[in-house]
Structures are given as structure tokens and as C-alpha cells.
């Protein structure tokens, strides 16, 4: 059943976690019979596409993918320096601001067709959109790629802490000693305009986030509705066993919860010390890993080759049995999914730890840049979930292998760390319970859709 009365556009951010995050939710909104228009360039719309996981053919093919014209988006390589802010991907980010026009121009078409347009853009391209507002019948939304916490301090502290947030949030380091100045500023940027918009979107679940949900709705920071549509992931990945990753069968082997995962996301790019730290550090803690090791994506993931980060000469000889490391792209959702799984060295992305808290894998966090050192703090502090492995405050000096080892030990193979790992499951099975049909989480994407096909 098509319903033509509403159509909605998605304007994604051109980096795999935004672009994967707007596209599962374009599967969502088109499942129940709403068409969706998907936007970007043509290189990123292929990435998204090729690296959909979870989204089957006839999903697929009911999206409708607009290639925009960009000009040629340039692929500095990545910088493995100690400061990961992935300032290698900005010529992406850069192309991206050339849509307003032709978005401009979609979205005039399609609101002559459809007797609503609704446009769901990632808080990064709030520019990009602007012109909705001269559209009658169009109302855009805001999807917030991190944390409710992140955005709801960030805003507050930028508007000079209008109100009492409690004591737990104001105990904790200011926003400017955990996030660059540059990213607060870019974000808070991005908001000016948000009294144009009809709510924000959040993909995290009630149950973590609802305090700072609430604060987000208040007039003095957001003041439009907020909704927060769960991490909704499938409880049990990966049923196709004729195209399991090798990894998987190896985890197969493996006694419960005794392997730790190792990963740092898609933008992050190690130097060749800092992987060998963490080699150093995983063989002395002598708990099984698997690890996937490879370079950040580029600004255009097509365009020439990806560098390959060194080991220690031996190592994966040596870890035979212990340990693997994955150089192409792992199934991490299903990694976490595993039984064996008991751990999750992470750079805490927002994406990661929505899977870790879903799957029910305590967290070993290692913050990288923006948003991740906050959710570091939520990790181990508010949710208790995790430990630290990267102390922010030491940001400026390399984690020496004696740290990962030492984090490794207590998170696999310590009563501290089994109490962790307990409170991990335990967060776990609410978020799961809260996914079912008519769970909390479920329900709130049902009214957000009610409320688009009002
Ligand atoms: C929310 O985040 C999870 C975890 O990364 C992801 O798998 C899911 O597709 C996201 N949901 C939406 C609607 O973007
Ligand atoms: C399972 O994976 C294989 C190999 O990728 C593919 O050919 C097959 O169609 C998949 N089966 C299902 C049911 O998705």
C-alpha cells in the first residue's frame, strides 16, 4: 500500500556510520509503505548501498536513490596522529554543501506530488535544508547521529546553562575539556535554526538517554518534540550460514564470553607505534582476540589503495589459536552478537555503543575524538558498563601496551570485571525486551510515523 500523501526525503552525512544510520531508517519508513528519497552523491549512495547490512533486496529497491552532481571530492590520505579528529573526510563533508540547490529543487518537486514532504537531514547538513521552511507543506526533522547526552550538553553549555541539570550531569567535566572547541562550535551551529524544524530524531533508546531526552525538549535548549526511535537492530544476526565470515567459525570454537573484540570504527587510522602497543598489550594480557586492523576510510572509499597498517614481525604467527586479525570488513554486529564474546575494546562510537549495549558486551573504551570521550564517561561512570582504556585527560601521551594489557586482564578475567559484564547483560535484556513489538522503543517509532502520516 503506497501512501502517497507523504514523502519523505533523507539527507545523510557523508561518513559510514551517518549513511548507514539514515539508510536502515529509510528500510524502516519504507516498510510501511511511505516513499523514500534518499540524496547524496553518487559515490556515497553506492557506499551505502554496498555496505547496507541487514537490508534486504525488495527494502533496497523500493528506496529511491538521487545521485547529486558534486564537484570532484578530493582523498587526502588519513593522518595517523594522536589527535584522530577525521579531518581526512571534510572534502566529503565539503561536496555535501553544494546540495542545497539542487535539494532545493527536489523538494519543490515532490511538494507538488505528495500532499506532505517530510525531511529527515542529519544535524550536520542543517544548512543544506534550510529552504524546506519556504515550502508549505514541508517539515523537517533533525536525526542525531550521537549521543542525547553529547548534543544535550554541548547546547546547553553553549546557551550558558540556563537551568539545573541535577547532580550527576553538572559533577561531570565541562563539554570544552572533552570536546574540541571546533566541534562544539560546528554542532551548536548546525542548531541556530532548529525552531524551523518539527523535532529531532535520536537513535538511542529511552532507557539510556531519557533524562537528557527531556532536557533536550525544553524551551530554552530544543523546545520542539524529540523522539527517540531505539537502536533497532535484528536480536539474532547473521541466520545466512553459507556466507559467514571465517572469524565467526573461529569465535565457534571458543569457550563463552572469553574473547574480546577489538575495533576502532571506520574513520580512525592507527600508526604503526599505536598498533604495535596494542599487539604488545594482547599478547601479555594472554586473553583471545579478534581485532580488526584497517585503515580509515577516505573521503571517497573507491579512490585508490587503503594503507596497510604493520605488526610486530611474528605477531600473527605467534597468536595462532589466541587470536586473529581481520584486515577487511568484519560482521560486528554479529561478532558482538556471539556467545563468546565477553569484550569490546572500542573508540566508543555512537554506533558501537549502541551495538555493545544491545548485545550485552561490556566495553573497554578507548575515546578518539568529538563525541567519544563523553561516551567514554557514559560507559564506565553513569552506566557502569565498561572501563576506561584511554584516559582523556591524558590525551596529549600514547596508551602504552602495559595500559592495554592491564585493562584487557581486568575486563576478561577479573571479578571486576565479571560484576561489569553482569551489569552489561542486565542492560541488555531490558533494551532487548523494550525492542519488541510494543516495547517502549518500538512504540515511539510507531507515533513518529503516526505522526508524519497524520
Ligand atoms: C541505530 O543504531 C544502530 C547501532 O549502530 C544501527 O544498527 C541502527 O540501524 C540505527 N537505527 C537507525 C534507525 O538509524
Ligand atoms: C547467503 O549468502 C550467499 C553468499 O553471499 C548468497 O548467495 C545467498 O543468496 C544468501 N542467502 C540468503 C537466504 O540470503
Redesign the pocket.
Known amino acids: 500500500m503506497e501512501n502517497s500523501q507523504v514523502a519523505v526525503v533523507m539527507v545523510p552525512f557523508p561518513s559510514q556510520s551517518h549513511l548507514n544510520q539514515l539508510l536502515q531508517l529509510s528500510g524502516l519508513i519504507s516498510f510501511r509503505g511511505i516513499p523514500v528519497h534518499y540524496v547524496g552523491s553518487a559515490t556515497h549512495n553506492l557506499q551505502a548501498k554496498l555496505r547496507a547490512n541487514g537490508l534486504?533486496d525488495n527494502t533496497m529497491a523500493k528506496i529511491c536513490f538521487h545521485d547529486l552532481p558534486t564537484p570532484p571530492i578530493t582523498t587526502p590520505e588519513p593522518n595517523p596522529t594522536l589527535d584522530k579528529t577525521p579531518i581526512h573526510i571534510s572534502p566529503a563533508a565539503e561536496a555535501y554543501m553544494n546540495f542545497r540547490v539542487p535539494i532545493g529543487k527536489l523538494l519543490q518537486d515532490l511538494s507538488t506530488k505528495a500532499s506532505r514532504i517530510v525531511i529527515i537531514h542529519d544535524l550536520l547538513l542543517a544548512e543544506v535544508v534550510q529552504d524546506a521552511v519556504s515550502i508549505p507543506n514541508a517539515e523537517s526533522y533533525a536525526f542525531n547521529c550521537i549521543s542525547a547526552l553529547n548534543l544535550f550538553l554541548i547546547l546547553w553549555e553553549k546557551v550558558g546553562k540556563p537551568f539545573r541539570v541535577g547532580e550527576e550531569l553538572e559533577a561531570l567535566p565541562s563539554v570544552k575539556e572533552l570536546v574540541p572547541e571546533m566541534t562544539i562550535d560546528f554542532i551548536a551551529s548546525k542548531s541556530q535554526n532548529f525552531k524551523d524544524r518539527a523535532g529531532d530524531i535520536h537513535n538511542t533508546s529511552r532507557l539510556i538517554e531519557s533524562t537528557y531526552i527531556d532536557l533536550l525538549a525544553r524551551k530554552e535548549i530544543r523546545g520542539n518534540k524529540q523522539w527517540a526511535i531505539r537502536p533497532i537492530l535484528p536480536v539474532k544476526p547473521g541466520?545466512?550460514?553459507?556466507?559467514r565470515h571465517k572469524c565467526l567459525e573461529w569465535l565457534d570454537k571458543q569457550a563463552p564470553k572469553t574473547v574480546i573484540f577489538v575495533s576502532f570504527g571506520t574513520l580512525i587510522s592507527l600508526s604503526d607505534e599505536e598498533a604495535r602497543d596494542i599487539a604488545i598489550g594482547l599478547e601479555q594480557s594472554k586473553q583471545k582476540f579478534i581485532w580488526v586492523l584497517r585503515d580509515a576510510d577516505k573521503a571517497d572509499i573507491f579512490a585508490g589503495e587503503t594503507r596497510r597498517i604493520e605488526l610486530p614481525i611474528g605477531f600473527e604467527e605467534r597468536m595462532e589459536g589466541l587470536g586473529i586479525v581481520v584486515r577487511d570488513w568484519a560482521p560486528q554486529l554479529e561478532i558482538l552478537a556471539h556467545k563468546s564474546t565477553g569484550g569490546f575494546m572500542s573508540h566508543c562510537g555512537w554506533n558501537s555503543c549502541l551495538e555493545s549495549f544491545t548485545m550485552g558486551v561490556p566495553i573497554a573504551a578507548w575515546p578518539m575524538h568529538s563525541d567519544q570521550p563523553l561516551n567514554a564517561i557514559l560507559i564506565a561512570e553513569i552506566l557502569k558498563v565498561g572501563m576506561v582504556v584511554r584516559e582523556w585527560t591524558k590525551k596529549e601521551e600514547a596508551v602504552k601496551a602495559s595500559r592495554i594489557k592491564n585493562v584487557v586482564e581486568r575486563l576478561m578475567a577479573s571479578e571486576e570485571g565479571d560484576k561489569i559484564r553482569k551489569r552489561a547483560e542486565e542492560l541488555s535484556t531490558k533494551i532487548q525486551q523494550s525492542m519488541e513489538e510494543g516495547g517502549d522503543s518500538s512504540k515511539e517509532l510507531d507515533s513518529f510515523i503516526a505522526h508524519i502520516t497524520r
Open positions: 534486504d541466520s545466512n550460514e553459507s556466507s
